[in-house]
């Protein structure tokens, strides 16, 4: 399975990690960290907009948040996704 990151533990970042899924699966979105109980609905809903919006349909997510504000979260995002689809180093 393959796998790719984007970001950083730092404080105000976050780093995302993604992992292709079965097709079929869906998109699973896996989310931790320091404001994650707090702003767990609108992290989720941010990161489904940016996959939807990358057209990718079966795709693991895991977030390790520390604060990131919402485009740095969406940035991750998109970042490791390009990573992950050979569209980005």
Known sequence: M???QAGTL??????????EAAPGTGVKIQIAGSSASRFRTAMEKKAAEV?????????????QD???????????IEAAVKR???GGR
């Open 2 to 4: 393959n796998t790719a």
């Open 10 to 19: 730092e404080s105000m970042d976050c780093l995302v990690t993604v992992s």
């Open 66 to 76: 520390n604060g990131a504000l919402d485009i740095v979260l969406g940035a991750r």
């Open 84 to 86: 992950l689809i050979g």
């Open 51 to 63: 996959i939807a919006s990358m057209g990718v349909k079966d795709i693991e997510l895991s977030i």
